[in-house]
DNA sequence: GTCGTACTCAACCGGTTGGTTGAGCACGGA
DNA sequence: TCCGTGCTCAACCAACCGGTTGAGTACGAC
């Protein structure tokens, strides 16, 4: 299972719906009813996927009324950019030190789709 | 169905098992067999994590004699660093936004959700 | 050829996920 | 006090996921 915070985030956001949602919070806070408008499933359905977003740490819940507005934390997105940019880097900083190999190698590299051209 | 790109590379990086993965990857390729070595799996489930991993273009493969080495590409990364640092600037700067809007508003209805919107 | 190595494909299994429907709770307003 | 609105809980279902085992393929070595 999913247990760590981690892959709980990474779960939540592989799902487009959800991603969708993520988006439409960082204009505003939404209830679910105003979350749910745009897609054609069942307010449930909606329901539960706040759910998985608040169990991930990407948003939380508060009430007003009887609605249950649902705003956007940031803080979690800080922990995704440092797993990412970690290995971004380490595997860039890899990429750079094979071109040294290449550049010391007589021969030239004529295949674009491999690489990309990283300058 | 996670079809679109995002989708399963968010997906791929949900399992810690993928992630320890990846961060293995940055330091050096590594065939099927290497990256089963630490964990407790059949090679037939690494197999299909590297699969997981390829579909989402996290690695490409290659054939050297019987070795099937895998590659890291970091090209990936790009793509989800892109994705994630617009939403959380945005998501950041919604919060900043939040303490203008609180110094300058009196009262205000902006949200008429009960009366005119239920279809 | 035959063997060993390095994988991959296929079928299966239990648990999780995304969706449904139906019932029920919490709250404010008439 | 009852009603409507907003939302959640519970049960169910089909599909998918991570794991297994067993068989099969690709390639180099002998």
Redesign the pocket.
């Given at each position: 299972?999913?247990a760590d915070a981690l892959s709980r985030v990474f779960?939540a956001l592989?799902?487009p719906?959800r991603r969708d949602m993520v988006a439409r919070l960082t204009l505003a806070d939404a209830?679910?009813?105003?979350l749910a408008a745009p897609y054609?499933?069942?307010?449930?359905?909606v329901?539960?996927?706040?759910?998985?977003l608040a169990d991930a740490g990407l948003v939380t819940?508060s009430?007003s009324?009887?609605?249950?507005?649902v705003h956007l934390e940031a803080e979690v997105f800080d922990l995704m950019t440092a797993w990412l940019e970690r290995y971004r880097r380490a595997a860039e900083e890899r990429y750079r030190r094979l071109d040294d190999v290449l550049a010391s190698l007589p021969d030239d590299d004529p295949t674009p789709s491999a690489g990309g051209n990283r300058p």
């Open positions: 299972m999913a779960a592989a799902d719906t209830t679910v009813n105003e054609d499933i069942s307010l449930q359905a329901s539960k996927h706040v759910r998985v819940r009430r009324a009887q609605r249950r507005p």
